[in-house]
Nanobody, 125 residues
Framework: QLQLVESGGGAVQPGGSLRLSCAASGATLDDYTIGWFRQVPGKEREGLACSAMSDGSTFHAPSVRGRFTIYRDKDKNTVDLQMDRLKLEDTGVYYC??????????????????WGRGTQVFVSS
């Protein structure tokens, strides 16, 4: 069974960068769509970006487009989220998740079956 583990979170100043990594084990990523989500206290979890491993297509939510980039590292069997020009409001817990609908590009949480435990990101001056 597919298992996901996030890493790369930490503290950063506004304008800085972080790269989060979603490591997969138990299955190859080829048959999944991988998404990154963010949970901010007091708010609903938000979908940020996703990528279909079947063809490499991606989608980035308007709130992060141009600042965040999702990409796959096949050698490491990870799906990373490069986050640049971070803002205070980017603080939160970041999760990666996998959907078995490998040809579907969607950030609807109901499509995602497997979830990691999350990694914390603090953006603070």
């Amino acid at each position: 069974q597919l298992q996901l583990v996030e890493s790369g979170g930490g503290a950063v100043q506004p304008g800085g960068s972080l790269r989060l990594s979603c490591a997969a084990s138990g299955a190859t990523l080829d048959d999944y769509t991988i998404g990154w989500f963010r949970q901010v206290p007091g708010k609903e979890r938000e979908g940020l970006a996703c990528s279909a491993m079947s063809d490499g297509s991606t989608f980035h939510a308007p709130s992060v487009r141009g600042r965040f980039t999702i990409y796959r590292d096949k050698d490491k069997n990870t799906v990373d989220l490069q986050m640049d020009r971070l803002k205070l409001e980017d603080t939160g817990v970041y999760y990666c998740a996998a959907s078995t609908e490998k040809y579907v590009i969607s950030l609807a949480e109901s499509r995602y079956t497997f979830w990691g435990r999350g990694t914390q990101v603090f953006v603070s001056s």
